[in-house]
């Protein structure tokens, strides 16, 4: 039923109009960038260069970012792991506690 009113009124679910949003905003850059390259003031060669330029500080930045988040994830699963050996010590325990006691 909702979703007979919802198509009724024009609404949308979260899910779909956050992928339209992603959607739109992949068409508008792709667009926005092909009418850059299209109506550059510079010549073919010197914009070539500026895109090769900017895809290497663009592949340098992507580079550094996944070394944060490898470190990152490295730190946290050392977390969890030291974490999970406490516990499973703890039920170990605990286990021949209740054993003793039985």
């Given at each position: 039923m909702g979703e007979l009113f919802g198509n009724l009124f024009g609404y949308q679910k979260k899910s779909e109009a956050r992928a339209n949003v992603v959607i739109g905003t992949l068409a508008g850059l792709l667009l926005g960038t092909a009418a850059g390259l299209l109506l550059a003031p510079q010549s073919g060669k010197e914009t070539r260069e500026d895109i090769a330029r900017l895809a290497e500080k663009g592949y340098e930045k992507a580079v550094a970012a996944s070394h944060t988040v490898v470190d990152f994830v490295?730190?946290?699963?050392?977390?969890?792991?030291?974490?999970f050996i406490k516990r499973k010590d703890k039920a170990a325990e605990d286990v021949a506690e209740v054993t003793e006691e039985a």
């Open positions: 490295k730190d946290k699963s050392q977390e969890v792991s030291e974490k």
